[in-house]
């Protein structure tokens, strides 16, 4: 299902003359270890699989692997977002090969654009043309935007960044996502007000999602509401380097002290429950992937806000229009 490019991933290991090798996986992909490792045993290059957490390519692991001696890091399922690395690095996309047409068919019924942005996860970008084709022969007319700072691709998005959804808002009528989970198309619903219609290749199946997502702002004001009876907040910033957004962690401990709370700033790799809980903070603000705060929030115990719930809290923004957390190349440092 997965194109792991096995003849490019052969050509860079034999143009570096690497004898040790890193690679970094996904959750996803772990289970094609077997076939991953292929190019690599026969050209006799020592595989260290890194076998930590890898949710992007904001995770790159190119520290771990010179401190293990490794020449080279293979990373595979994410495109690059352009952070530099302190070794050769080879991005493999892992892009997936399957038919998308019998879906989208499916979903026909909830396409009623004249216009629509279309965007999709970096596995998908390859077929784009492809559902332009069979989009534009409905009658509907397709538009791509972007790359924009951390993408690579047009009509990438990642779940930090949909960048390229925004700019296009404007003059589209709603949006087609091609990709799997809902983080992504809600992210798009929220951050353009309009319709999302979610193609899953995999599953086979579509979900729509509206540019109101009322149960979502219900849901984030009674974050919010929780958070404000809270004294001591823990803010959490990543060591990730593609993560790492220290300064606006800062002026969010700055803040939060002058409006009378006390707060701290907590540096973590993997913003984890077990890495924080023990500090017993009323709530936290999750300065590190925009993910964690929605997809995790159910593995905390405390509730946890994204830099703008906090001003929310504080009185100095309201909470619509919500404000999608996204990370910028800016906000590095
Ligand atoms: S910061 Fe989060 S959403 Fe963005 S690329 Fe990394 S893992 Fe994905």
Not at 145 to 171: E, F, M
Not at 250 to 274: C, F, M, T, Y
Not at 287 to 295: G, K, S
Request: glycine share 10%.
């Amino acid at each position: 299902m997965y194109d792991f490019e096995e003849e490019r991933v052969r050509e860079f290991l034999r143009r570096t003359g690497a004898k040790r090798a890193a690679v970094q996986l996904p959750a996803g992909l772990a289970r094609f270890l077997p076939g991953i490792r292929r190019p690599f045993d026969e050209l006799g290059v020592e595989m260290v699989v890194l076998a930590g957490t890898c949710y992007g390519a904001c995770d790159l692991a190119d520290d771990t692997a010179r401190k293990l001696g490794c020449e080279v890091l293979v990373h595979y399922g994410h495109a690059d977002m352009g952070l530099g690395s302190a070794l050769p690095t080879l991005f493999v996309e892992a892009r997936i090969k399957v038919d998308l047409v019998d879906s989208l068919r499916q979903a026909l019924p909830a396409l009623d654009f004249k216009r629509a942005g279309l965007v999709a996860t970096v596995q998908h970008v390859g077929q784009l043309e492809e559902v332009v084709r069979f989009l534009s022969a409905q009658g509907i007319e397709v538009v791509l935007g972007g790359p924009s700072s951390r993408t690579r691709y047009r009509g990438q998005i990642l779940g930090c960044d949909v960048g390229c959804a925004k700019a296009l808002a404007p003059v589209v009528d709603g949006f087609v996502y091609i990709g799997t989970g809902d983080f992504h198309p809600l992210g798009v619903a929220l951050a353009t007000g309009k319709k999302v219609v979610a193609v899953n290749p995999v599953s086979g199946g579509f979900k729509v999602f509206s540019p109101r997502q009322e149960e979502f702002l219900k849901w984030r004001k009674a974050v919010v509401a929780r958070a404000a009876l809270g004294k001591s907040f823990g803010v959490i910033v990543s060591t990730k380097k593609g993560q790492s957004r220290f300064n606006l962690g800062r002026n969010i401990v700055k803040l939060l002290r002058q409006e009378g709370r006390q707060a701290h700033l907590l540096a973590v790799d993997d913003v984890s429950p077990e890495a924080v809980e023990n500090f017993n903070f009323d709530a936290l603000v999750c300065v590190a992937c925009p993910r964690i705060p929605i997809d995790d929030a159910e593995r905390f115990e405390r509730p946890v806000l994204t830099p703008f719930e906090v001003l929310v809290m504080l009185g100095k923004a309201p909470i619509e229009p919500y404000q999608l957390d996204e990370v910028s190349l800016e906000d590095r440092g």
